[in-house]
């Protein structure tokens, strides 16, 4: 592998992309909508009503829930246990789906938008292997996508902090087991579904069909995301730690294999089956 030259691929693609602001800015407000608009409008929500009827029916919800669950919600009352639980269990999803969608978005164009800007002739002619140019391409998807996680974690730690932090006594987020979600739990995932778009992006004729595709793609691994954030609730650790194994296990096979999907021929648009 020769790490230069991979390095200055995804330098390029990189730039590219931030270059092209009506492609990125969505994406910065689609994470700013989930990770701060959402959690303030839903963590605040809850904080204005505590003295109304509906935060003790939620907080009689939560108290149904089975025991091991209930252990996990810090609070001394309802109001406090249930912003509890939707800063640290509901919203945790969005930890998963937000930069799988960032990283999807740029990954369903990264093959095929190189054929429909006429750049992919030189990738076809350059020295890199069909195996650099493909790990370039993946790691150059996967950048934007994760550091929005990254971003928007710190930004969404930020707003718990403050409006949920005076109830339980004091700044407590990150959890362990939202630490394990970003740190372990997302980079596999986001590789498992670009390793796919990436198949997808280098056999489909336009960057329409490929946005089309990667979003059947994405949808499975949605909804894998929430049933990790279900796992959360009963063993935070646990569940994040074996997710993530899984996850990783997976993301290396689909990884290995997912070079042979990229050809020459396809990077030029005169493959056949291109």
């Known amino acids: 592998m020769r790490w230069p030259m991979i390095k200055a691929v995804i330098r390029i693609d990189l730039y590219r992309l931030f270059k092209t602001k009506d492609y990125w800015i969505p994406l ?28 003790s029916q939620i907080g009689q919800i939560i108290g149904t829930l089975p025991e091991a669950i209930q252990q996990n919600i810090e609070g001394d009352n309802p109001a406090t246990r249930a912003s509890y639980a939707f800063a640290v269990y509901l919203l945790a999803p969005i930890a998963i789906v937000v930069p799988l969608t960032i990283s999807s978005a740029v990954g369903a164009n990264s093959i095929v938008g190189e054929r429909e800007r006429g750049t992919g002739e030189y990738l076809a002619h350059s020295p890199l292997t069909v195996k650099e140019i493909y790990i370039a391409k993946l790691i150059a998807s996967l950048i934007p996508g994760y550091l929005a996680g990254i971003v928007g974690f710190a930004l969404y730690a930020l707003v718990v902090n403050i409006i949920v932090g005076p109830q339980v006594g004091g700044w407590f987020f990150p959890t362990v087991g939202w630490m394990l979600l ?35 793609v994405t949808l499975p691994v949605i909804l894998m995301s929430y049933a990790v954030a279900t796992g959360l609730l009963y063993s935070p650790v646990i569940s994040a730690a074996a997710a993530g194994f899984i996850a990783w296990i997976i993301a290396a096979v689909l990884l290995i ?18």
Do not use: C, M, N, Y
């Open 182 to 216: 970003v740190l372990w739990v997302i980079p596999p995932f986001i590789a498992i579904a670009l390793s796919l778009i990436l198949r997808l992006s280098a056999k489909v004729r336009s960057a329409a069909s490929a946005h089309q595709a990667s979003s059947l």
């Open 28 to 55: 910065v407000i689609l994470g700013g909508i989930f990770f701060v608009v959402l959690p303030i409008v839903l963590l605040g929500s809850l904080g204005l009503v505590q003295q109304s009827g509906a935060i």
């Open 257 to 274: 294999t997912g070079s042979k999907s990229i050809k020459r021929e396809r990077l030029l648009g005169v493959s056949a089956d291109a």
